[in-house]
């Protein structure tokens, strides 16, 4: 999964299993399982990721996804928002430590506080808020074209029913759950997409409003279809 990276993915990984729990950013429950439920929950996704794109993490915490996808994904600029110093804190100094200054910001504040100042093509999140919530919070950093990648659980589909009426009041063009890394982890990571704008130039894998896909067995979130999409894709 890291290849390459691996070096740098293990620095990661100590760092949280070291500094992170001693200063309160991982719980010490948390370290035996750091690979499996946070390191490979959130790189399996770093494949649905366009190329070349601006990336928001909001609510990064210790990282997640934000950190990870930068590892594997060396034409990614991210940006981590984060409210908490000591989290903050933590964030700059991995940013250094796995030599990323250059690729990731790391910038202290609530995700309201970009709002008419930034705009993103992907903003993400993890474990943050209920979608309706989220989407309040990111829909305005999205910018036309782009879209949400929220890292939901198995509520992720209940989550957008419930979230109808922010959908609409975010102008969302389309929805999609998608599930990534089912041929590494049990369970896969589910993602909630929210697109933004009519025109995207980033070359998102298809889906449209309300179409909830499979990952194909490479689990990398493509569409299962038998055509892979195509037909779908001709009649736009
Ligand atoms: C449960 S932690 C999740 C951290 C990380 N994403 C992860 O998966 O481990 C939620 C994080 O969201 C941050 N947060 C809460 N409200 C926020 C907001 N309005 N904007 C940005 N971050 C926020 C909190 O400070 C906290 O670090």
Redesign the pocket.
């Known amino acids: 999964m890291f290849h390459d990276r691996l070096p740098q993915a293990e620095r990661y990984a100590h760092l949280l299993a070291t500094t992170g729990t001693v200063r309160g950013l991982?719980g010490p429950r948390e370290v035996p399982r750091l690979w499996t439920r946070?390191l490979l929950n959130?790189a399996v996704v770093a494949v649905g990721v366009p190329q070349a794109t601006t990336v928001c993490?909001?609510?990064?915490?210790?990282?997640?996804?934000?950190l990870v996808w930068a590892l594997l994904r060396p034409d990614l600029q991210v940006t981590l928002?984060?409210?908490?110093l000591r989290?903050t804190a933590f964030l700059e100094e991995a940013v250094a430590e796995l030599e990323l200054t250059d690729r990731v910001r790391v910038v202290r504040?609530?995700?309201?506080?970009l709002h008419r100042v930034e705009q993103f093509d992907v903003v993400t999140?993890?474990?943050?808020?209920p979608l309706g919530r989220l989407l309040d919070?990111s829909m305005p950093l999205v910018r036309p074209g782009g879209a949400l990648l929220a890292?939901k659980g198995s509520s992720a589909a209940d989550e957008l029913t419930a979230a109808t009426e922010e959908l609409a009041r975010h102008g969302a063009t389309g929805t999609s759950v998608l599930t990534f890394g089912a041929d590494v982890l049990d369970p896969p990571t589910t993602v909630v997409r929210v697109e933004a704008g009519a025109s995207s130039r980033l070359g998102w894998t298809p889906g449209g409003p309300t179409t909830s896909r499979r990952p194909d067995r490479r689990g990398t979130g493509r569409s299962s279809e038998p055509d892979g999409g195509r037909r779908r894709r001709r009649q736009r």
């Open positions: 991982i946070h959130c993490d909001v609510g990064s915490g210790a990282g997640l996804p934000g928002v984060e409210p908490l989290r504040g609530r995700a309201e506080g999140s993890r474990a943050v808020a919070w890292l």
